[in-house]
């Protein structure tokens, strides 16, 4: 009902409820095993639930830790076909990817995005996880580059959300993240040029009328948001 309190009320409580949980996981890890066990363990909290749950307590952690890999899986698959059915909705995508079925489901665009996310998990778990750091800190570069040309191009937009700090501070995360890709493409030239061919391939492409070249043009800054984002634009 207010999203200029709620969403950034919500944002704030997520981020330090999370924060918590690690350190405080982190804090129990370091109470129950000594840091000679924890160096080079590659699952610690399986380690130390084993030590205070009994030979159980490992598996009982691995089983939680799927489960909700599971709804992780479910929420980010939502995410991302709302994405695709916005942008379709805009004309910064194929416009068949905004029909619904009957019950509400964009279903080509679930297609779409389930088919991309069965291809990367056909690729190794540290190429995916290579490639989808450079993927998030993209998103984040072009979400800092859309609030400078929103703020440019719609000056008269309404702006509901407050910027704290600009520009310096959304400068300042500009440049750190830009130093990061251009860090990546020196020090990992197998996975991040890839990422970055993917990135410039999902630009969309105008085949005519259908996905109104002009309005693509008219609206770059608004596509920043809408392409890598969850479908809010930063606008102050």
């Keep these: 009902k207010k999203p200029g309190t709620d969403v950034p009320r919500a944002i704030f409580g997520s981020v330090f409820s999370i924060m918590a949980i690690y350190l405080l996981l982190n804090l129990a890890v370091l109470y129950v095993l000594p840091m000679n066990e924890i160096s080079g363990n590659i699952f610690a909290l399986g380690a130390a639930a084993n030590k205070v749950f009994g030979r159980y307590g490992d598996p009982v952690i691995r089983s ?6 599971v709804s992780c899986i479910n929420a980010c698959q939502m995410f991302a076909t709302r994405v695709l059915y916005a942008m379709s ?6 416009k068949r990817a905004s029909r619904v079925n009957p019950g509400g489901t964009p ?23 290579a490639m989808l750091s450079f993927f998030f800190v993209a998103n984040y570069t072009l979400s800092y580059a859309s609030l400078f040309l929103l703020r440019r191009r719609e000056p008269q ?6 910027a704290w700090g600009y520009p310096w501070t959304t400068g300042i995360a500009l440049a ?5 890709l251009f860090g990546s493409l020196l020090t990992d030239r197998q996975n991040a040029p890839l990422a970055l061919g993917m990135l410039i391939l999902s630009y969309p492409v105008c085949p005519g009328d259908e996905m109104g070249g002009a309005a693509v043009r008219r609206d770059a800054g608004r596509l920043a948001g809408h392409l890598f984002g969850h479908g ?3 606008q102050e």
């Excluded at 939680?64 to 890999?69: A, E, F, Y």
């Excluded at 909705?89 to 194929?94: K, P, V």
């Excluded at 937009?157 to 407050?162: A, F, N, Q, T």
């Design 64 to 69: 939680i830790m799927l489960v909700s890999l």
């Design 89 to 94: 909705c805009d004309g910064l995508f194929f």
């Design 107 to 129: 279903a080509l665009a679930l297609f779409l995005s389930g088919a991309v996310g069965v291809v990367f998990a056909l690729g190794t778990f540290r190429r995916v996880i």
């Design 157 to 162: 937009m309404p702006r509901p959300y407050r």
């Design 176 to 180: 750190g993240s830009a130093t990061f």
């Design 232 to 234: 809010l634009c930063l």
